[in-house]
């Protein structure tokens, strides 16, 4: 019967060289394999390190910043009772805050007397810096005075000064 070449290597024993070739060639690719799975697993440790180095001084951060407005919301506390406190008794009820912007509700009426106070203080102001000046130039007027009385008459500056 015929006798396949399969068949003739494996009797003559060229069979085993080559199953001895697949075994190591199967070999080494576990080989690799177990290399390349060591690697990816000791680069997936590093990186899950890093996140929880990362998620460490996230934390530590927030409590800091935590810490950080607890202060600052009691100074905002502290800073609204001293504004309360030298507001004035009656006129500082009219207002309301809205929002946490600061930002004052209007009220029409309140909003005129401001500026109806504004203008007094501003007028009060230039009539304050009108009288500054008329004043420093009635003194510059008082030594030009002086200055001529003793350039004619030397002996009334004497007694203007006595005065």
């Known amino acids: ?14 069979e085993e060289g080559r199953n001895k070739a697949e075994s190591d060639l199967l070999e080494r690719k576990i080989e690799h394999l177990n290399e ?13 390190a890093m996140g929880n180095h990362a998620a460490k001084l996230r934390k530590s951060e927030n409590l800091m910043l935590e810490k950080k407005l607890r202060e600052l919301q009691q100074n905002v506390i502290q800073r609204e009772h001293i504004r309360r406190l030298r507001a004035p008794a009656g006129g500082g009820g009219g207002q309301q805050k809205t929002g946490g912007g600061g930002r004052v509700e209007e009220n029409e009426g309140a909003a005129k007397a401001a ?4 203008r007094e203080v501003k007028g009060r102001r230039k009539l304050m810096e009108a009288a500054k000046r008329h004043t420093e130039e009635i003194e510059m007027l008082h030594k030009e005075l002086d200055r001529l009385r003793q350039r004619t008459f030397p002996s009334l500056v004497q007694l203007h000064e006595d005065r």
């Open 1 to 14: 019967f015929p006798i396949s070449k399969d068949l003739q290597s494996l009797l003559k024993g060229g």
């Open 36 to 48: 390349t799975t060591e690697k990816k697993e000791q680069a997936l440790k590093k990186q899950h």
């Open 115 to 118: 500026q109806a106070a504004f």
